[in-house]
């Protein structure tokens, strides 16, 4: 799928939701209310309508606060239903090629981790966002590669001095 193609499909979801949750307008060429997306996302109303006509796609972050604001999974909101592709709703279908680059990416994640239930976790999720993303499999494994980078970025410690901080990947020596 081509990037307009994409953004097209995305402003149709994204419109189609917002009349669900009530947002609609009578007055608005977009059939919904491009002042009451921008003040959820904390964007200017012209942003808010290149989403909603489908000249552009919000980031990761601005996705995240449209789904909050709409309470609907951000997948869906990026990718769309896959329940009528697909007929079994506990299952997933991906290529066993995709499994196996998961898995060797998350190597370092177990051997780093105490707790396996987590990383079980984490490598269903990976599995269960990426079989949603209709894509190459080169593509595909930049999906994977950034989520487990992002885990790690998350997941390393940052030290001041002697002591230990937060979750955030920096290391600073303290400053007499």
């Not at 869906?76 to 896959?82: A, S």
């Not at 090629?97 to 105490?114: A, E, G, M, Q, V």
Request: proline share 4%; net charge positive; glycine share 4%.
């Amino acid at each position: 799928m081509d990037k307009k193609a994409y953004n097209l499909e995305f402003s149709e979801r994204l419109r189609e939701i917002m009349i669900k949750k009530g947002h609609a307008s009578r007055t608005a060429s977009c059939g919904v209310s491009p002042a009451s997306l921008s003040k959820a996302v904390g964007c200017y109303t012209e942003m808010a309508l290149r989403y909603l006509d489908g000249r552009s796609v919000p980031s990761p972050e601005n996705a995240l606060k449209i789904a909050e604001w709409l309470e609907i999974d951000p997948a869906y909101l990026l990718f769309g239903k896959q329940e009528n592709q697909y007929p079994f709703p506990n299952k997933i279908l991906i290529d066993k090629d995709i499994i196996d680059y998961t898995l060797k990416k998350i190597i370092p994640l177990i051997k780093k981790s105490n707790n396996e239930l987590e990383i079980v976790s984490f490598f269903s999720s990976i599995l269960s966002d990426v079989s949603l993303i209709n894509m190459e499999n080169d593509e595909l494994k930049k999906v994977v590669d950034l989520a487990v980078k992002s885990t790690s970025f998350f997941n390393d410690k940052i030290t001041i001095g002697s002591k230990e901080y937060g979750s955030i990947k920096a290391t600073r020596k303290a400053t007499s």
